[in-house]
Every structure is written in structure tokens, then in C-alpha cells.
């Protein structure tokens, strides 16, 4: 397992508002576990998301806003590249 689900509502003092494309939406930040593998574990959250998308009202979509592991999965490339070179 790549990573682990926890769910849990704090309340918070402080409120925040979030909008795409100039309206009101819901979001939620998912974080990887540090042991966990961020490139699977977006492919997975990806997946998850696709798949609940069948559930979605005909008028509701989502958006990832926000994704690390294009940049992750280009800088281990970037590694391999260099560990090559210098072989």
C-alpha cells in the first residue's frame, strides 16, 4: 500500500473560501504519508476520483487545482538521466 486514508474534521477558528473558475467549490488537500510514494499515490487519488465521478451529479465536476507529482516523477527521470551519464 502506497498510502493510507485518514479522515478526521477539526473544527478551525479560521475560515477560508474556495472558488474555481469565479465559483463557489469544496476543496479538499490530500498529503502522502512520508514513507509513501507520491507518484502512485496521485495516479491512485487520480483513479479514485474517476471513479466516484460516476457517482457525481450530471452538473458536478472536479478539478485538481494543485499536483506535485509531475514535477516528482520528472526530477527521479532527471536523476536516472544523470546516474546514467556518470556510469
Same mark, same amino acid.
Do not use: W
Given at each position: 500500500?502506497?498510502? %493510507?486514508? %485518514?479522515?478526521?474534521? %477539526? $473544527?478551525?477558528?479560521?475560515?477560508? @473560501?474556495? %472558488?474555481?473558475?469565479?465559483?463557489?467549490? @469544496?476543496?479538499?488537500?490530500?498529503?502522502?504519508?512520508?514513507?509513501?510514494?507520491?507518484?502512485? @499515490? #496521485?495516479?491512485?487519488?487520480?483513479?479514485?476520483?474517476?471513479?466516484?465521478?460516476? $457517482?457525481?451529479?450530471?452538473?458536478?465536476?472536479?478539478?485538481?487545482?494543485?499536483?506535485?507529482?509531475?514535477?516528482? #516523477?520528472?526530477?527521479?527521470?532527471?536523476?536516472?538521466?544523470?546516474?546514467?551519464?556518470?556510469?
Amino acid at each position: 500500500s502506497t498510502s %493510507r486514508v %485518514r479522515s478526521h474534521i %477539526r $473544527q478551525r477558528r479560521r475560515s477560508s @473560501t474556495a %472558488r474555481s473558475a469565479s465559483s463557489p467549490c @469544496t476543496s479538499i488537500a490530500v498529503f502522502q504519508l512520508p514513507y509513501a510514494n507520491s507518484i502512485a @499515490t #496521485a495516479a491512485r487519488v487520480r483513479a479514485k476520483l474517476e471513479e466516484l465521478k460516476k $457517482q457525481f451529479p450530471a452538473d458536478l465536476d472536479y478539478v485538481i487545482g494543485y499536483d506535485s507529482s509531475p514535477f516528482v #516523477a520528472e526530477s527521479v527521470r532527471e536523476v536516472f538521466r544523470t546516474l546514467g551519464e556518470a556510469i
